[in-house]
């Protein structure tokens, strides 16, 4: 079983600056998936940025990218240039690469609230 | 742009009382997911299905039912709603195959509120 951890329940940042946000997970598996999730006040769950565990090369999207250290178990968030519209709850969230018929379940970790200040 | 939709942003039932949360989505998606979300806990998978009238259990299916008849459409059944039942409910569907491996398509959440 996998599992993924959160350790900062609450961030804060002030707006244009830079902030990261924490994931560790734990699993067995050698091909996986890696995401982050965000959830705005009263809004739905979009994605963020998507990794593959097999690319070395670290995943950007704009002004958001990721720090992935496979050996290490960790999968930081780095959002850049912070906007007031990113205050949401960011989640963290696994996916083992399954062969054949996917279902492409998650495993999340327990969400960091982000708020970002004027 | 797909859609996934859930028939309240609001509930507010009475133990015992039997519940129906109902998710449709419009991208002819195969897999669909019921998450619940608790503070501190994340999102915790309830059951999925993989196709009409297939499903399985997640982590925390117990008190749960759910049911998939026409694909596009899957309910979850709080048989005798508890107390301990009130959370976010969120719905998410994905196609099948590779194309699984890229998102989870989500629902705006279902609060409900067990007294």
């Known amino acids: 079983a996998q599992t993924v951890t959160q350790s900062q329940p609450e961030m804060s940042v002030q707006e244009a600056e830079t902030v990261t946000l924490s994931c560790t997970y734990d699993t067995s598996e050698s091909n996986y998936y890696l995401f982050w999730y965000k959830q705005p006040p009263s809004r739905q769950m979009i994605l963020v940025i998507r990794q593959e565990a097999y690319k070395q090369q670290n995943a950007t999207e704009n002004r958001f990218s990721v720090n992935f250290q496979k050996a290490a178990k960790s999968f930081s968030l780095k959002i850049s240039d912070s906007q007031l519209g990113d205050t949401a709850m960011y989640f963290c969230?696994?996916?083992?690469?399954?062969?054949?018929?996917?279902?492409?379940?998650?495993?999340f970790g327990q969400g960091t609230i982000l708020t970002v200040h004027p | 742009d797909v859609k996934v939709t859930q028939s309240s942003r609001y509930l507010v039932k009475r133990t015992g009382e039997k519940v129906f949360l109902e998710c449709v989505q419009d991208?002819?998606?195969?897999?669909m997911f019921w998450y619940r979300q608790d503070p501190g806990l994340g999102l915790r998978l309830i059951y999925f299905?993989?196709?009409?009238?297939?499903?399985e259990k997640g982590d925390i299916p117990e008190g749960y039912s759910v049911s998939r008849e026409k694909k596009e459409r899957f309910s979850l059944i709080l048989e005798s709603a508890s107390t301990n039942q009130t959370s976010m409910y969120l719905c998410a569907s994905t196609p099948t195959g590779r194309e699984a491996h890229y998102e989870q398509y989500f629902g705006p959440g279902t609060r409900l509120t067990v007294t």
């Open positions: 299905s993989y196709d009409v009238k297939m499903k």
């Open positions: 969230a696994f996916m083992k690469r399954a062969g054949g018929t996917s279902y492409g379940k998650l495993t």
């Open positions: 991208m002819d998606h195969e897999n």
